[in-house]
């Protein structure tokens, strides 16, 4: 039988030889006769699959992807990520190492028994040949070093290679498997049984690339090499220090217990098909089956899970060879009692279960293709009630009874309608609404909304929809619940829309009649703040920070400002010179005649040299009405801080913060704004009306969607309240927190990524937003690698340092760069600054001048960010290391 799916990606291509532009899923649907959101559901489907390519704008138009002209530019390890979320960090951190320049880091990969070290190591060598590294293309050899453990010098012989009559019994030359490796890979498992003999050898060739066979003194051999190792111990304990400090990379592979029960679901599909493959056949597992192997207790991780899947297919096809089964089929009862532990473990992960696979479905089939998992469903000829009388016999089999049974079939009644019945509804989809929403609310709602198009003549575009849907839901259970609805911007409102007020006044009384409750008229000021966004940001009307410098001397402060402006290109500081001999009342005047003259209405930063001028931006703030900050003793340092950070469009205090932490040589008591030293959270910013009730929505589906640690990351509601306040809001925030990302109804005039409430709905953003979590936890565990490398800095300072350097680069080049080149950039300048503290000198780069001839602007921007930690750290970055700085950059602009 023909999949719709299927049915529907060809009709789209026979309809898009005639239609260049795309086709909509309505017509496709008429064409077809199908449900519009079943065709819809199908086409997003078919983009994800990158089968179709969905435009943007209205309506929603989709354009078929013709398979002989899509080259596939996902490698390997992105899918093996794609499938394995919570390996996100450790994949980013080997793709940096495999890529870092010349040849690549050498790695050591730390987990219990069974996590997967030696499977990961081999992924890392796939991901090398696919992106073609130079020398890394070579063999993957593994060796156990457990094997020799007990005859050290048999080991190394095997890893080294021996020279003839090196010891008795060397009857031969004989090749090292160093050597077979060569312009490849050795995956050393076990390392820690590595004799402390065989940890200096390696040491001595991954720091020369040099190495002899066993019994040679007279000649050195040279290889090329990529070193890999894994020990389930404590490297701290187990291993030479002068080891470790050669493998800059220590990668973490988190346990199957960590990795969530998706993850564990993908693994199941995964060995599943590679036992079909192996079998060469189909093999059709019960779904009770499933939910075995995926929450019984699986102590030894993934290789126990695989043993344990390898074994019942191996039952199985063993039945179906004697003929006791017509085809290789797994059911619960043919598995161990321990697997069979997890059947009753179902009712506590049931929510995770229905996302997974629902009530209607019987059995996986597997096959070896990489799409070849079906699931199959209850024949047509079965209706709910055979459904329910299986289902009940079902859980009297595993123990449930009385009223935990009634629960379950009372939830499955629901799911059952929730998943089926609403495929008959032709009207808007608003499935995702209904799940959150009460259905005779939402029946207002769709009338409410209804009547506000009709009146005002427009459509309101989805997010808007979305939003203004969640948000009267919640404000009417407010009301039910007799709390208040406050609109302090009220008046301000309904003079600014007053066509859009009045119809949301007509709106309310809708609401009034429907649902018998009296809505405030401060709700009207909100409904007509989503009727007026629709198909506009709100945007920031934020005026630049102005850099005034004002220092002692004839031409000091001028010479610094002019000094500043050239070398940034810009004339955003100002310099006043205050000549020794002149008065300090006189030079206040002359400052306040420049900010008349000029007419200056934005924040000021001082930056003073000494003395009473400490004093002037307090007297500026009254008399002006503007806000300002000082900072005493400032230098040139200081001003290219503060001038490059307004220029970003960076706030006042933020560039008053981060201008102070050029150094720490300042007595917090002599400054007039103390700033926060403490760790900041991370946090997710939600953006809402009242406060509290949409707010509470978004954090609960961000919360049930994503994975991140509430020690480290917090979701934050902000109330909406009008245009002229929301930044001011948010500057509040940056103060507590370092801040993600946003979420909300509407697009804010903010650098950070947003995301759209109707798409946390619909799940199309989790993912991005989850790799924007998984890039910060990336760099916290990156601490522990460089508390390990690094001899004479502190790991987790010199990591928040270079942290601000990577956000200071991309915002003043205004790109993105990819996790794994984040993470190759922070171990170079970890490691860069480390060899600085040691006075070790530094390789020249070639063509050195001509390099930043062509490349200036970046040469400034790099120069300028490497100014903070020459000053912290005592060193100087030259125009070498700068140079092999700007390579990391320099294919992003």
Same mark, same amino acid.
């Given at each position: ?50 089968? @179709? ?12 992807? &013709? ?244 074994? @019942? ?107 089926? %019945? ?18 005779? +609310? ?7 909304? %209804? ?51 009045? +119809? ?105 040299? %000494? ?127 370092? &801040? ?49 490398? &690094? ?5 987790? %300072? ?41 006075? +070790? ?53």
């Amino acid at each position: 039988m023909v999949k719709r799916i299927d049915l529907i990606a060809t009709k789209l291509k026979e309809l898009g030889e005639f239609n260049k532009e795309g086709v909509s899923a309505s017509y496709i649907a008429e064409e077809l006769n199908l449900n519009r959101a079943n065709v819809s559901n199908d086409l997003n489907k078919l983009v994800n699959d990158g089968k @179709a390519i969905k435009t943007k704008g209205k309506p929603t138009l989709f354009i078929p992807v &013709l398979e002989e002209n899509v080259v596939s530019e996902v490698s390997t390890i992105n899918k093996f990520s794609e499938l394995n979320p919570s390996l996100y960090s450790a994949i980013e951190q080997a793709k940096a190492a495999i890529l870092y320049p010349p040849n690549g880091m050498n790695m050591l990969l730390l987990g219990e028994t069974g996590v997967g070290k030696s499977t990961f190591a081999s992924l890392i060598h796939r991901y090398a040949i696919e992106m073609k590294i130079n020398n890394l293309e070579g063999p993957f050899i593994t060796f156990n070093c457990a094997d020799y453990a007990n005859n050290p010098q048999l080991l190394l012989g095997q890893l080294f290679g021996v020279k003839k009559g090196a010891y008795t019994g060397a009857e031969a030359d004989k090749v090292g498997l160093l050597e077979k490796a060569e312009g490849g890979i050795l995956f050393l498992d076990e390392v820690h049984r590595l004799p402390a003999e065989g940890q200096e050898m390696f040491f001595t060739f991954m720091d020369k690339g040099v190495y002899r066979r066993l019994g040679e003194t007279e000649s050195e051999r040279h290889g090329n090499v990529l070193i890999i190792t894994a020990t389930t111990e404590d490297p701290n304990t187990t291993l030479l220090k002068t080891f470790t400090r050669r493998i800059p990379m220590v990668i973490t592979i988190p346990t199957l217990r960590a990795r969530g029960m998706e993850e564990r679901f993908n693994l199941i599909k995964q060995f599943m098909m590679e036992e079909s493959g192996r079998l060469g056949q189909s093999i059709k597992v019960s779904i009770n089956s499933i939910k075995a192997f995926l929450f019984y207790d699986c102590e030894n991780n993934v290789g126990q899970l695989r043993a344990d899947i390898q074994l @019942a297919c191996a039952k199985a096809y063993a039945d179906f060879l004697s003929n006791r089964k017509d085809e290789i089929k797994i059911s619960s009862l043919d598995l161990p009692s321990y697997i069979r532990e997890g059947l009753y473990k179902e009712i506590e992960h049931r929510k995770l279960w229905t996302k997974l696979i629902d009530i209607n479905k019987r059995y996986c089939i597997f096959n070896k293709d990489e799409q070849g998992v079906i699931f199959e469903e209850r024949t047509n000829d079965e209706n709910i009630y055979e459904m329910l009388d299986l289902r009940t016999r079902e859980l009297k089999r595993e123990g449930i009874n009385g009223i935990e049974l009634e629960a379950e079939i009372e939830r499955d009644i629901g799911d059952y309608f929730k998943k089926y %019945m609403n495929d008959f509804n032709d009207k808007v989809d608003v499935t995702n609404i209904k799940n959150i929403v009460e259905d005779d +609310v939402m029946k207002v709602i769709e009338e409410v909304i %209804m009547f506000c198009e009709e009146e005002l003549g427009i459509k309101l575009d989805k997010k808007i929809y979305y939003g203004l849907a969640v948000h009267i839901s919640n404000s009417i259970d407010r009301m039910r619940r007799n709390r208040k609805i406050i609109n302090p911007k009220l008046n301000s409102i309904r003079e600014e829309y007053e066509k859009e007020f009045n +119809v949301a006044l007509d709106a309310l009384k809708i609401i009034d009649i429907k649902l018998d409750i009296d809505m405030p008229i401060d709700e009207a000021g909100f409904i007509t703040m989503f009727l007026s966004y629709n198909y506009e940001n709100i945007k920031n009307k934020q005026n630049d920070v102005r850099v005034i410098i004002i220092a002692h001397g004839v031409s000091t402060a001028t010479s610094m400002a002019d000094a500043v402006n050239s070398l940034l290109g810009t004339k955003n500081v100002i310099g006043i010179n205050a000549p020794i001999e002149e008065k300090p009342k006189n030079i206040l005047e002359k400052t306040k005649e420049y900010i008349r003259e000029h007419e200056i209405k934005s924040d000021i930063l001082f930056l003073v040299d %000494m003395g009473s001028l400490t004093t002037f931006g307090k007297e500026i703030e009254n008399l002006f009405n503007v806000k300002t900050r000082t900072i005493p003793l400032a230098s040139t340092l200081h001003a290219l801080e503060a001038t490059r950070k307004s220029m970003i469009g960076y706030s006042l205090d933020e560039i008053y913060r981060e201008t102070l932490e050029v150094n720490n040589l300042y007595d917090n008591d002599i400054l007039d704004y103390e700033p926060e030293e403490e760790e900041r959270k991370l946090a997710i910013v939600t953006v809402c009306t009242t406060g509290e009730g949409g707010a509470k929505t978004m954090k609960c589906l961000l919360e049930e969607k994503l994975t991140f640690d509430k020690n480290l990351m917090e979701i934050v509601p902000l109330n909406f309240i009008g245009k002229e306040n929301i930044y001011e809001r948010i500057e509040k925030l940056k103060r507590k927190y370092s &801040l993600v990302c946003f979420a909300g109804p509407f697009e804010l005039d903010v650098n950070y990524p947003q995301f759209m409430l109707d798409d946390i709905m619909e799940g199309t953003c989790i993912n991005d937003i989850q790799k924007l979590i998984d890039v910060e936890k990336t760099y916290i565990k990156m601490e522990e690698t460089l508390e390990r490398q &690094l001899k004479n800095i502190d790991g987790a %300072m010199v990591l928040k340092d270079i942290k601000k350097f990577n956000i200071n680069i991309t915002e003043a080049l205004d790109v993105n760069i990819s996790t794994n080149i984040l993470i190759g950039i922070t171990f170079h300048i970890a490691c860069m600054i480390d060899r600085l503290k040691e006075k +070790v000198i530094i390789d020249e780069f070639e063509g050195k001048e001509d390099y930043i001839k062509d490349n200036f602007n970046l040469y400034r921007i790099v120069k300028n960010a490497c100014a903070s930690l020459n000053t912290k750290y005592s060193i100087i970055i030259s125009d070498d290391e700068i140079c092999c700085l700007m390579n990391f950059f320099n294919n992003k602009i």
